[in-house]
Each structure stands twice: as structure tokens, then as C-alpha cells.
T-cell receptor, first 111, second 115 residues
Framework: DAKTTQPPSMDCAEGRAANLPCNHS???????VYWYRQIHSQGPQYIIH???NNETNEMASLIITEDRKSSTLILPHATLRDTAVYYC????????????FGSGTQLTVLP | DAGVIQSPRHEVTEMGQEVTLRCKPI?????LFWYRQTMMRGLELLIY????????DSGMPEDRFSAKMPNASFSTLKIQPSEPRDSAVYFC?????????????FGSGTRLTVV
């Protein structure tokens, strides 16, 4: 899996967009960008993933730069329940086995 | 679907005692993973199984730890004897091969405290 770099912590006001960056300058052509999050006292939860096009689902949007060396996870209207640690993981879609977690970004949504 | 079910949610035990953590994966998932989470080391993989067979146990810290998967619907992680440094949250996760890297589903974890 390619190495990723995330800020250790970020704050966001409730109702505003939360933009979480991730750098992955050594990403390979067949590697995807995955985002998981871990709410306190719970197991990690899948959010979204993408290869090179921007992606959107009911939880979030994922913006990947054209050179694929960085990406941003966007929570469009953050709520208090979005307070969690967000993990950016770069890996192949299939064939790999275990999921390896870095330190992630602690997002705190403030009232 | 009830998701990945772990038991117990909390376990407090004395040093030297045997501890057994349990996991029921999602039906049909052919991969099962055991992770440990601490403040110092974050989330680290201990062992994983494919079709009930242990594939990689290189993350198991030492011989005091053992894991089994006797059938597709049940796995255990045992620590014997337990030590205070084993205190952590232990997560079980399962995945279906066809889902790829987006398909990991984690349980709610077992918080183990060894005193």
C-alpha cells in the first residue's frame, strides 16, 4: 500500500463543509484511494473510494487531483455525529488482503 | 444483517488469567481479521483467516496469543496468560472477496482491561 500523509487533527463548525486532505505522492496506477472513519468506541466504517474520477455517495464526496498525488474527502454539511478519526488508505481494489491503518485525522465538529 | 458481532463488549480480568474474545462474522464473508487498537500503536492487524484457514499471523505479538476459526461463523482470540500490556480494544472484521477493499465490516470491539 502506498504511504499516505494526513493532518493529525482538524476542527469544523457544525453545518459547514469539512474538507479532509490526504497526500499520497507515491500512489501507483492501479491503486485506489479509500476513506474509512472511526467514531469513538466503534469499529472503522467504510465511507467512499475512488481511482481518478471524483466520487460522491450519500455520505461524502471524494476529490482526487489530476496527478492523483493527493485527495480531499468532503463532508458537505458536517454534524456533531461526524466527529471521528478519518483514515485515508491507498491500495489496490482486489487481491490485497488486510487493511492497514495509519494515524488518520481526528475531525472535531464544533456546535 | 446484524453485522459483525463481538463478545463480550467489555472484559476486565486479572493478570495471569485466560481471556477469550469471540467474533461472529457476516454470513458469506470469507475473510476474517483480528485487529488490536491502543493509543500508542493505533490499529494493528493481529491475524487474518481466509475460508477458516489462518493466512497471516505475523502480527500476533507472542505465543500467549492464539486465534482459531473452527467454522465460517465463529472465531476466537485467546490470550493466556494475560498481562496488563494486553489492555486494548480488540476488533474483529470480515470481508467478502467480491467486495474488494470497500467491503470491510468491523464489529464494535471488545475493550479488554487486564489489572
Amino acid at each position: 500500500d502506498a504511504k499516505t500523509t494526513q493532518p493529525p487533527s482538524m476542527d469544523c463548525a457544525e453545518g459547514r463543509a469539512a474538507n479532509l486532505p490526504c497526500n499520497h505522492s507515491t500512489i501507483s496506477g492501479n491503486e485506489y484511494v479509500y476513506w474509512y472513519r472511526q467514531i469513538h468506541s466503534q469499529g472503522p466504517q467504510y465511507i467512499i473510494h475512488g481511482l481518478k474520477n471524483n466520487e460522491t455517495n450519500e455520505m461524502a464526496s471524494l476529490i482526487i487531483t489530476e496527478d492523483r498525488k493527493s485527495s480531499t474527502l468532503i463532508l458537505p454539511h458536517a454534524t456533531l455525529r461526524d466527529t471521528a478519526v478519518y483514515y485515508c488508505i491507498v491500495r489496490v481494489a482486489r487481491g490485497a488482503r488486510q487493511l492497514t491503518f495509519g494515524s488518520g485525522t481526528q475531525l472535531t465538529v464544533l456546535p | 444483517d446484524a453485522g459483525v458481532i463481538q463478545s463480550p463488549r467489555h472484559e476486565v480480568t486479572e493478570m495471569g488469567q485466560e481471556v477469550t474474545l469471540r467474533c461472529k462474522p457476516i454470513s458469506g464473508h470469507d475473510y476474517l481479521f483480528w485487529y488490536r487498537q491502543t493509543m500508542m500503536r493505533g490499529l494493528e492487524l493481529l491475524i487474518y483467516f481466509n475460508n477458516n484457514v489462518p493466512i497471516d499471523d505475523s502480527g500476533m505479538p507472542e505465543d500467549r496469543f492464539s486465534a482459531k476459526m473452527p467454522n465460517a461463523s465463529f472465531s476466537t482470540l485467546k490470550i493466556q496468560p494475560s498481562e496488563p500490556r494486553d489492555s486494548a480494544v480488540y476488533f474483529c472484521a470480515s470481508r467478502d472477496t467480491g467486495q474488494g477493499s470497500s467491503g470491510y465490516t468491523f464489529g464494535s470491539g471488545t475493550r479488554l482491561t487486564v489489572v
